[in-house]
């Protein structure tokens, strides 16, 4: 049995997401696999006028029979998705995926500061 938590799939605006979704359906039937659709995310790179056509008519390619379904999330500018650990995206603020983060990380820091752990214990925590 395999299991894929995350699959990214990268294609340039030539790329037919038609074609590319027979094959993933053929793929996920003889396989058993299946593609969790409502946790699909799109992020349009290149050029502005690219990405907002992306956003606009919900297909990657023009060509495109289907556009893209609803439940799928197409990435606006200026938001950032996560992949593999890295924050992706078009004019995204490169401090806001972090800020959350970091302030789980300074609240934890002080309630340990509270309880004045012994050296050893800092380490272990570290």
Same mark, same amino acid.
């Given at each position: 049995?395999?299991?894929?938590?995350?699959?990214?799939?990268?294609?340039?605006?030539?790329?037919?997401?038609?074609?590319?979704?027979?094959?993933?359906?053929?793929?996920?039937?003889?396989?058993?696999?299946?593609?969790?659709?409502?946790?699909?995310?799109?992020?349009? %790179? *290149?050029?502005?006028?690219?990405?907002? @056509?992306?956003? /606009?008519?919900?297909?990657?390619?023009?060509?495109?029979?289907?556009? =893209?379904?609803l439940?799928?999330?197409?990435?606006?500018?200026?938001?950032a998705?996560?992949?593999?650990?890295?924050? %992706? *995206?078009?004019?995204?603020?490169?401090? @806001?995926?972090? /800020?959350?983060?970091?302030?789980?990380?300074?609240?934890?820091?002080? =309630?340990?500061?509270?309880?004045?752990?012994?050296?050893?214990?800092?380490?272990?925590?570290i």
């Open positions: 049995m395999l299991f894929a938590d995350d699959t990214n799939l990268f294609l340039s605006k030539e790329d037919r997401l038609d074609h590319i979704q027979n094959i993933l359906d053929r793929w996920c039937k003889m396989s058993g696999a299946r593609f969790n659709i409502k946790k699909t995310e799109i992020i349009p %790179i *290149g050029k502005k006028s690219h990405r907002r @056509t992306v956003n /606009e008519s919900r297909k990657i390619n023009p060509q495109d029979t289907n556009p =893209l379904p439940e799928i999330r197409i990435t606006q500018d200026g938001e998705v996560r992949i593999l650990g890295a924050w %992706i *995206g078009n004019d995204a603020n490169d401090q @806001t995926p972090w /800020e959350p983060i970091l302030d789980i990380i300074k609240s934890k820091l002080n =309630l340990w500061e509270k309880a004045h752990l012994t050296l050893n214990r800092k380490h272990v925590i």
